[in-house]
């Protein structure tokens, strides 16, 4: 059973930049597929990146692109979203999601969330 454990969430000011990080445990984490999801208040969860098992595939959601990078570190069975310029439209619980490298379907396993509330 996989564990994930998010942070780097806070409260900044549109414009200024975050990276959350979420680290694993408990499956090798150099075989998961692993990819960041938001959900604001009221609204449904949505995709925001994935990063296959390599690092050298990346997918974003449209309206994020060329603001938000998501990397990871094998060595630290961590996963990192950077966010940048960051928009008050960007306030949200952000989730970190797994899965084994060979799992086209659902996200396996689920951090517990860090808040990212961005002022205006």
């Known amino acids: 059973q996989v564990q994930l454990v998010e942070s780097g969430g806070g409260l900044v000011q549109a414009g200024a930049s975050l990276r959350l990080s979420c680290t694993t445990s408990g499956r090798a984490f150099s075989r998961e597929t692993m990819g960041w999801f938001r959900q604001a208040q009221g609204k449904e969860r949505e995709f925001v990146a994935r990063?296959?098992?390599?690092?050298?595939?990346?997918y974003y959601a449209d309206s994020l692109k060329g603001r938000f990078a998501i990397s990871r570190d094998n060595g630290k069975n961590t996963v990192y979203l950077q966010m940048n310029s960051l928009k008050p439209e960007d306030t949200a619980v952000y989730y970190c999601?797994?899965?084994?490298?060979?799992?086209?379907?659902?996200?396996?396993?689920w951090g517990q969330g860090t808040q990212v509330t961005i002022s205006s």
């Open positions: 990063i296959d098992w390599t690092g050298y595939n990346t």
């Open positions: 999601a797994a899965k084994t490298y060979f799992n086209l379907g659902d996200w396996e396993a």
